[in-house]
């Protein structure tokens, strides 16, 4: 893993759109991050997703521009990555900056839970658990994967995917 600049990971005004900045926290190379989400990532933005063998899936993309993508399947084993029922639409700038406010603490966050290794992990994603969640973030050729390998629990990561889920659900 290649450790990203000393800057802090946050977003600035450069005109109207919002930008990373970079991390103070080890980043995946984006051609590490599992093949099945390549087509899905923007260039720069927030991807989460949920689903399991007895759970119905679901899907949330951000870009920095504010687009919110979104889409779920209600069929228990269908899969986050397959072509989901769509919603698009503009987040309003008030909630983008919180969006990416709780993006940068969830880039940072210590977590003790196990983080999969995505170089290791190319063929696919865990299929081993009944509910899971990930939470992947990408700033040009840099990223962040995590894998809770069930429902992410605590800090900025459980509190900007719970924040997606609801901003899908409108």
Do not use: C
Request: charged share 25%; glycine share 10%; aromatic share 6%.
């Amino acid at each position: 893993m290649a450790a990203a600049a000393s800057v802090p990971f946050v977003a600035h005004a450069q005109g109207k759109a919002l930008r990373f900045r970079g991390s103070g926290r080890a980043t995946v190379p984006r051609d590490t991050l599992p093949e099945p989400l390549h087509a899905l990532l923007p260039w720069q933005g927030i991807y989460a997703a949920g689903g399991g063998l007895v759970s119905p899936s679901w899907r949330v993309v951000v870009t920095l521009d504010g687009e919110l993508r979104a889409g779920s399947n209600a069929k228990p084993g269908s899969s986050s990555i397959a072509v989901l029922d769509k919603k698009k639409r503009q987040l309003d700038p008030a909630t983008l900056k919180q969006v990416i406010a709780l993006a940068d603490g969830a880039w940072r966050d210590k977590r003790e839970k196990k983080r999969l290794d995505p170089a290791s992990n190319k063929k696919g994603l865990p299929s081993d658990v009944d509910y899971g969640e990930l939470l992947v973030m990408v700033d040009g050729t840099e990223g962040y994967f995590f894998d809770a390998q069930g429902p992410i629990k605590g800090g900025a990561a459980e509190t900007l995917v719970r924040l997606l889920q609801a901003e899908a659900a409108k």
